[in-house]
């Protein structure tokens, strides 16, 4: 398993705008040597909000794509906004839980952590929203992980509105690889690498990172939930571009979509946006 020890502020990088060069021809003395161009992490981003909106028109989108390898970003727009959850507030809540056993979890915990984060079983997560003390989970969370901009849902009872940013999901995913004990971050992959194409709502969770980057390995935790004002789909997760770069690079779209906008719309937005990624991810 990788580590992520290497993701840290984006301060160190001067070519934080950039993130590779156009291929530069072999010369020989004497021609002329076109000058490479840079490729801005914000135009990346501006290029798959585009493809999103115009499957989806007035969505509003969040993203943070970083390498963990360095920890330079790769692609980020409105990374510091707050969306709403839907269940990649899962990912805390399997935390808070193995943190509360001292991350010795019995077997039948930790076949239910499995289970919530592959199959996004939000009846799994109710409960164990309820045992963790609902809305203390977030506190206790955003507290051992450092996130800044993760707040409690209003309405405790509702897990899936707590409120996140890009930045944040990206927080919690290098705190999953590095910080977490072995077993709780060899549980938690595994779940998400074995996520199920059909989640236990019967929705299909493939959208965004799984259905977009075809051949590259993943690692997911995808989002959805429809409220009386806005659609929510997020997809969130770790990508191996190849078997020699395990996790290398952390994916983050968040989005909120027109009220009534269907899974399969809402989805396919989101994967024409990720899609883009291929030619970066690399």
Same mark, same amino acid.
């Given at each position: 398993?990788? /580590?992520?020890?290497?993701?840290?502020?984006?301060? &160190?990088?001067?070519?934080?705008?950039?993130?590779?060069?156009?291929?530069?021809?072999?010369?020989?003395?004497? $021609?002329?040597?076109?000058?490479?161009?840079?490729? /801005?992490?914000?135009?990346?981003?501006?290029?798959?909000?585009?493809?999103?909106?115009?499957?989806?028109?007035?969505?509003?989108?969040?993203?943070?794509?970083?390498? #963990?390898? !360095?920890?330079?970003?790769?692609?980020?727009?409105?990374?510091?906004?707050?969306?709403?959850?839907?269940?990649?507030?899962?990912?805390?809540?399997?935390?808070? #839980?193995?943190?509360?056993?001292?991350?010795?979890?019995?077997?039948?915990?930790?076949?239910?952590?499995?289970?919530?984060?592959? $199959?996004?079983?939000?009846?799994?997560?109710?409960?164990?929203?309820?045992?963790?003390?609902?809305?203390?989970?977030?506190?206790?969370?955003?507290?051992?992980?450092?996130?800044?901009?993760?707040?409690?849902?209003?309405?405790?009872?509702?897990?899936?509105?707590? &409120?996140?940013?890009?930045?944040?999901?990206?927080?919690?995913?290098?705190?999953?690889?590095?910080?977490?004990?072995?077993?709780?971050?060899?549980?938690?992959?595994?779940?998400?690498?074995?996520?199920?194409? $059909?989640?236990?709502?019967?929705?299909?969770?493939?959208?965004?990172?799984?259905?977009?980057?075809?051949?590259?390995?993943?690692?997911?935790?995808?989002?959805?939930?429809?409220?009386?004002?806005?659609? #929510?789909?997020?997809?969130?997760?770790?990508?191996?571009?190849?078997?020699?770069?395990?996790?290398?690079?952390?994916?983050?779209?968040?989005?909120?979509?027109?009220?009534? $906008?269907?899974?399969?719309?809402?989805?396919?937005?989101? !994967?024409?946006?990720?899609?883009? &990624?291929?030619?970066?991810?690399?």
């Amino acid at each position: 398993m990788i /580590s992520l020890a290497s993701l840290a502020p984006r301060a &160190l990088a001067t070519s934080r705008d950039q993130i590779g060069f156009d291929q530069v021809p072999e010369t020989t003395p004497g $021609t002329t040597v076109i000058a490479p161009h840079p490729i /801005s992490v914000t135009a990346i981003a501006q290029q798959m909000q585009a493809a999103i909106q115009a499957a989806s028109p007035g969505t509003s989108v969040g993203i943070d794509v970083v390498d #963990t390898t !360095t920890g330079t970003p790769v692609a980020s727009l409105n990374a510091d906004q707050q969306f709403y959850t839907a269940s990649v507030v899962k990912l805390l809540i399997a935390l808070d #839980t193995l943190k509360s056993q001292d991350w010795q979890p019995d077997s039948d915990t930790a076949d239910r952590v499995s289970q919530m984060l592959s $199959t996004s079983d939000d009846d799994i997560a109710d409960a164990l929203w309820d045992n963790g003390g609902n809305d203390a989970i977030i506190d206790r969370m955003v507290s051992t992980i450092g996130l800044t901009a993760t707040t409690a849902p209003e309405d405790t009872a509702q897990w899936g509105e707590t &409120l996140t940013t890009p930045r944040d999901v990206v927080s919690i995913f290098h705190y999953i690889t590095t910080a977490a004990p072995a077993s709780a971050r060899d549980l938690i992959l595994g779940a998400l690498h074995d996520a199920s194409e $059909t989640a236990a709502d019967g929705t299909n969770q493939y959208f965004g990172i799984p259905d977009a980057l075809t051949g590259a390995s993943w690692a997911v935790k995808q989002g959805w939930m429809d409220l009386d004002s806005s659609t #929510t789909l997020d997809t969130t997760g770790l990508v191996s571009p190849s078997p020699d770069q395990p996790y290398r690079y952390a994916v983050v779209v968040l989005s909120t979509q027109p009220a009534g $906008t269907s899974w399969s719309v809402a989805g396919t937005a989101l !994967t024409a946006g990720v899609q883009l &990624l291929h030619a970066v991810l690399k």
